[in-house]
């Protein structure tokens, strides 16, 4: 009987630790893309019920998140009016509403924030995984190390994922 084995290899161009959660987070990201691949505008933008996010929202809600945490907390910067923009910066679930976005724009747009992001962390090395970086959103200042940005990056994308994978099997009636 053959066995098959599966791995995680780290991602090349990165110092070896880093190249493992880079890793991590593409592979949590492709299941996202294939997850929304075969979307319709209409599925994209239907809210389910009231309290529920569309699938684009949510979607668009990933791509903030993963822009912010890394270009502005981890480059330590305030991030500019044409970058909250491009990242659809409180644009997501703050105004959810139908905007005619197809697959192929949300995972163009999850796809070049992830460049941007992986281009600025190629770098840095392992050690500043431990290295602790201020968040200002919110109420109050918290500090996070890279590695807890790292891990929580993987598993927002993943939480949101399994949201979106249940509201379209809801839409679609599976």
Request: proline share 2%; glycine share 6%; aromatic share 10%.
């Given at each position: 009987?053959?066995?098959?084995k599966?791995?995680?290899?780290?991602?090349?161009?990165?110092?070896?630790?880093?190249?493992?959660?880079?890793?991590?987070?593409?592979?949590?990201?492709?299941?996202?893309?294939?997850?929304?691949?075969?979307?319709?505008?209409?599925?994209?933008?239907?809210?389910?019920?009231?309290?529920?996010?569309?699938?684009?929202?949510?979607?668009?809600?990933?791509?903030?998140?993963?822009?912010?945490?890394?270009?502005?907390?981890?480059?330590?910067?305030?991030?500019?009016?044409?970058?909250?923009?491009?990242?659809h910066?409180?644009?997501?679930?703050?105004?959810?509403?139908?905007?005619?976005?197809?697959?192929?724009?949300?995972?163009?747009?999850?796809?070049?924030?992830?460049?941007?992001?992986?281009?600025?962390?190629?770098?840095?090395?392992?050690?500043?995984?431990?290295?602790?970086?201020?968040?200002?959103?919110g109420?109050?200042?918290?500090?996070?190390?890279?590695?807890?940005?790292?891990?929580?990056?993987?598993?927002?994308?993943?939480?949101?994922?399994?949201?979106?994978?249940?509201?379209?099997?809801?839409?679609?009636?599976?």
């Open positions: 009987m053959e066995i098959q599966y791995g995680i290899e780290p991602v090349a161009g990165f110092s070896p630790a880093m190249g493992y959660y880079i890793a991590g987070f593409e592979y949590a990201r492709s299941r996202t893309r294939d997850m929304i691949r075969d979307l319709t505008p209409v599925e994209i933008a239907t809210r389910t019920m009231p309290e529920i996010y569309s699938i684009g929202a949510i979607t668009l809600h990933l791509c903030e998140c993963e822009y912010y945490w890394i270009q502005s907390v981890v480059r330590e910067r305030e991030l500019s009016e044409e970058e909250q923009k491009f990242a910066m409180f644009d997501g679930m703050e105004n959810d509403v139908d905007r005619g976005f197809d697959a192929d724009y949300l995972i163009g747009k999850l796809d070049a924030i992830s460049q941007l992001n992986h281009d600025h962390l190629k770098t840095m090395d392992d050690k500043m995984l431990d290295r602790f970086f201020i968040s200002r959103y109420e109050r200042n918290q500090e996070f190390s890279l590695r807890e940005i790292l891990q929580r990056r993987i598993d927002h994308e993943a939480n949101h994922r399994g949201q979106m994978a249940m509201i379209k099997r809801m839409i679609r009636g599976r």
